[in-house]
């Protein structure tokens, strides 16, 4: 599953069905909720063949619509409907694009995704974001606490340094953020390999992306190029 937000899940089905070669791809959104039908949706989850590609729109997975509150153990706890329908079909395999959008650890989206993150059934999990850090050095906190919250816990460790670029920092403040900087690397790098297409003006604050270049017998070429590359690298 791809989750991405609800005015780019046309170009993830559009880009998808020009480089993939035979997979289905199928946008889910409030929109397409709407005109299709929830039963015709959870018919397509339940049915599709393992070559299917869902896009599923961060409007439609964080809609309050039909959420309810239960009672667990005492606790009174948030049922997000959407959330629950998606979980049944057990995704093994997310990718969250624009994560800095899911930066704030209080907000609906955050949580959201953490839970379909989380689930039992999910086994790779992929952050994907051209603006890691939109404000601050502690809005990869958020983003890493989608994983899992060991990485830097609460975030009291990360002192929050960042600056504008017209900013002035003082000796103290360009201290705090080395520190902050060299305590990032060394948790990030830990837990997670950086991908980067371009270097960014932040990237110094991250671990050395580790660039892996996967080769493929072509064989006969009367074989269409790419046909099996998706079983091969998976």
Not at 5 to 16: A, I, T
Not at 47 to 69: D, M, Q, R, W, Y
Not at 172 to 194: P, Q, S
Not at 225 to 230: C, E, F, I, W
Request: charged residues 20%; hydrophobic residues 40%; negative net charge.
């Amino acid at each position: 599953a791809v989750i991405a937000p609800s005015g780019l899940v046309g170009n993830w089905c559009e880009d998808l069905a020009l480089v993939t070669d035979d997979w289905n791809v199928v946008p889910i959104t409030t929109q397409t909720v709407k005109e299709w039908g929830l039963e015709r949706i959870q018919d397509l989850l339940a049915n599709s063949p393992s070559n299917t590609i869902f896009v599923i729109g961060i409007s439609f997975l964080t809609s309050t619509s039909g959420h309810f509150t239960a009672d667990v153990g005492g606790a009174r706890v948030q049922i997000m409907a959407q959330l629950e329908f998606l979980k049944r079909f057990g995704f093994n395999y997310c990718i969250l694009d624009e994560s800095h959008k899911a930066k704030g650890r209080q907000s609906l989206t955050h949580r959201a995704i953490k839970k379909m993150f989380l689930q039992t059934s999910m086994k790779y999990k992929r952050l994907a974001t051209g603006t890691l850090v939109p404000d601050r050095v502690s809005d990869v906190v958020g983003q890493a606490a989608l994983f899992t919250p060991g990485i830097f816990g609460d975030g009291s460790n990360i002192q929050d340094a960042a600056r504008t670029q017209d900013d002035e920092l003082t000796r103290d403040a360009a201290d705090a953020f080395n520190k902050a900087v060299t305590v990032m690397k060394a948790r990030f790098g830990n837990y997670a390999t950086l991908a980067t297409y371009k270097r960014k003006e932040w990237a110094f604050m991250l671990p050395t992306p580790i660039e892996t270049f996967l080769t493929f017998e072509i064989g006969d070429e009367s074989i269409a190029p790419g046909a099996s590359l998706h079983e091969q690298a998976y």
